[in-house]
């Protein structure tokens, strides 16, 4: 029989192989996973209000408490640096769609003066990158 220890100790070493797994079960998958999403959305509301409904929400984050909640966010941290690396080629991709719109819009804009004046300039710019809402994210 392992140890604590040992059980803990394998569990993290089988990272690489749950994450082999992970991708290779997305990979596999077949279906229509937004269509399958959303049709699930009314089972989702039920679940949250159910769970709401009957306590179990609310005792699950009485039963987490703040400090439980602060040490599990904290050692959760160095995701963040996961999530940048996965997640940077779309950032790439849309801030320079977001930094060409810019480079259109800032020298059309009104001049800098008055409080008055660059509301109207903050307005104006915000109301030229609306106008492109859907366009200037990586997917758009």
């Known amino acids: 029989m392992k140890t604590a220890a040992q059980a803990a100790a394998?569990?993290?070493?089988?990272?690489?192989?749950a994450a082999a797994n992970w991708t290779a079960g997305i990979n596999n998958y077949t279906g229509d996973w937004a269509g399958t999403t959303?049709?699930?959305?009314?089972?989702?509301v039920a679940g949250?209000?159910?769970?709401?409904?009957?306590g179990n929400w609310q005792r699950g984050i009485q039963a987490?408490?703040?400090?439980?909640?602060?040490n599990a966010s904290q050692a959760k941290a160095g995701n963040y640096s996961t999530g940048?690396?996965?997640g940077s080629g779309e950032y790439t991709q849309a801030i320079g769609k977001v930094m060409n719109a810019?480079?259109?819009?800032?020298?059309?804009?009104?001049?800098?003066?008055?409080?008055e004046q660059n509301k109207v300039r903050a307005?104006?710019?915000?109301?030229?990158?609306?106008?492109?809402?859907?366009?200037?994210?990586?997917?758009?």
Request: aromatic share 10%; net charge positive.
């Open 10 to 17: 394998a569990w993290q070493a089988s990272a690489g192989t």
């Open 102 to 115: 810019l480079a259109n819009i800032v020298p059309n804009l009104p001049p800098r003066g008055t409080f």
């Open 84 to 86: 940048f690396q996965a």
């Open 64 to 70: 987490a408490t703040t400090q439980g909640w602060k």
């Open 48 to 54: 949250l209000a159910n769970a709401q409904a009957n």
């Open 38 to 44: 959303i049709n699930s959305y009314q089972n989702w």
């Open 123 to 140: 307005t104006t710019l915000m109301d030229a990158l609306h106008a492109q809402k859907g366009q200037l994210s990586a997917a758009g």
